[in-house]
């Protein structure tokens, strides 16, 4: 269901519920308004419920790497006065061969609230995604990613130098006429293997495919898992090109739509995805999300 006001959404989730929520990045100014979390959580404190901002550290090395840096970003991006729980990598639960947070898990009851937006992989990021990356520690993302992480091979660089240019985080240096790259710290963006111009930089056909499986393979491994009541709602507001993991994550791409919500967060997304095309038909790459889409149906 569609609502204009984030205020008129009824939530009756109790006990100790996590809102699970991307907080953004340092500098991030398009993720959820902390004033729209502020009216679910009193929403919540209502039912007699205890409510705690949760989520997972990043896989790439900016500030949001640790729970210290995340919970500084959560307090800078106006989450304060908030409880907010940044979950440790070291308690999870496999799942699917994937490694879920296990103190997300460990919660009653659970509001999945996303802002829907382009995401550099999947086209667009909502439910799913922040439930199948979000509710993963570092050793999941890093499984769901390796995939995509990109090859080299050494025969066809030029070291024209395209690559680390485009490396959003920095992890690949020409050193003596070397190519260098860290793959321990490679988030699979393939922004290298998209500027390379020569094929030595590459990955496999399948890889992106491979990875939309993972990840909604985790996605639905949490959910089948959790044990509460889960609610969704997507934020279809300040819809920009790109991912609230950035700091600018580029120009808003569609008017405001409002807050949707639904029992299924593929088909919450997908009928985002819908809104969104009718707004603006050229506001992301939807081919990306119909093939993302399409496999992900696999698991829900």
Same mark, same amino acid.
């Given at each position: 269901?569609?609502?204009?006001?984030?205020?008129?959404?009824?939530?009756?989730?109790?006990?100790?519920?996590?809102?699970?929520?991307?907080?953004?990045?340092?500098?991030?100014?398009?993720?959820?308004?902390?004033?729209?979390?502020?009216?679910?959580?009193?929403?919540?404190?209502?039912?007699?419920?205890?409510?705690?901002?949760?989520?997972?550290?990043?896989?790439?090395?900016?500030?949001?790497?640790?729970?210290?840096?995340?919970?500084?970003?959560?307090?800078?991006?106006?989450?304060?006065?908030?409880?907010?729980?940044?979950?440790?990598?070291?308690?999870?639960?496999?799942? $699917?061969? +994937?490694?879920?947070?296990?103190?997300? #898990?460990?919660?009653?009851?659970?509001?999945?609230? %996303?802002?829907? !937006? =382009?995401?550099?992989?999947?086209?667009?990021?909502?439910?799913?995604?922040?439930?199948?990356?979000?509710?993963?520690?570092?050793?999941?993302?890093?499984?769901?990613?390796?995939?995509?992480?990109?090859?080299?091979?050494?025969?066809?660089?030029?070291?024209?130098?395209?690559?680390?240019?485009?490396?959003?985080?920095?992890?690949?240096?020409?050193?003596?006429?070397?190519?260098?790259?860290?793959?321990?710290?490679?988030?699979?963006?393939?922004?290298?293997?998209?500027?390379?111009?020569?094929?030595?930089?590459?990955?496999?056909? $399948?890889? +992106?495919?491979?990875?939309?499986?993972? #990840?909604?393979?985790?996605?639905?491994?949490?959910? %089948?898992?959790? !044990? =509460?009541?889960?609610?969704?709602?997507?934020?279809?507001?300040?819809?920009?090109?790109?991912?609230?993991?950035?700091?600018?994550?580029?120009?808003?791409?569609?008017?405001?739509?409002?807050?949707?919500?639904?029992?299924?967060?593929?088909?919450?997304?997908?009928?985002?995805?819908?809104?969104?095309?009718?707004?603006?038909?050229?506001?992301?790459?939807?081919?990306?999300?119909?093939?993302?889409?399409?496999?992900?149906?696999?698991?829900?």
């Amino acid at each position: 269901m569609l609502y204009r006001r984030i205020d008129d959404i009824p939530v009756k989730l109790s006990g100790r519920v996590a809102i699970k929520l991307h907080m953004g990045e340092a500098g991030n100014k398009t993720h959820v308004s902390p004033s729209d979390v502020r009216v679910l959580v009193d929403k919540i404190k209502e039912n007699g419920g205890e409510p705690f901002l949760v989520d997972t550290t990043t896989l790439y090395p900016m500030r949001r790497y640790t729970v210290e840096g995340y919970q500084e970003v959560a307090r800078e991006n106006g989450f304060g006065k908030l409880n907010v729980v940044i979950a440790k990598d070291d308690v999870f639960e496999e799942i $699917n061969g +994937i490694k879920l947070s296990k103190e997300i #898990l460990g919660m009653d009851s659970l509001l999945i609230l %996303s802002h829907g !937006k =382009g995401h550099g992989l999947t086209a667009f990021g909502g439910a799913v995604k922040n439930i199948g990356m979000g509710c993963v520690v570092k050793d999941g993302k890093r499984k769901i990613h390796f995939p995509t992480f990109p090859k080299y091979n050494e025969s066809k660089c030029i070291l024209c130098g395209s690559c680390a240019k485009s490396c959003p985080i920095n992890i690949i240096k020409i050193n003596n006429n070397k190519l260098e790259i860290n793959l321990n710290k490679c988030m699979g963006c393939r922004a290298c293997v998209i500027a390379c111009k020569t094929g030595a930089m590459w990955t496999p056909d $399948n890889a +992106i495919e491979q990875t939309f499986d993972l #990840l909604s393979l985790a996605a639905k491994g949490f959910i %089948s898992r959790f !044990k =509460g009541d889960i609610q969704y709602i997507n934020v279809l507001k300040n819809i920009t090109e790109h991912c609230d993991c950035m700091p600018d994550p580029g120009p808003v791409v569609c008017d405001d739509i409002g807050y949707l919500t639904g029992n299924d967060p593929l088909k919450l997304d997908s009928e985002s995805v819908e809104m969104i095309k009718k707004k603006n038909p050229d506001a992301l790459d939807f081919d990306t999300w119909e093939l993302f889409e399409r496999i992900a149906k696999k698991h829900f």
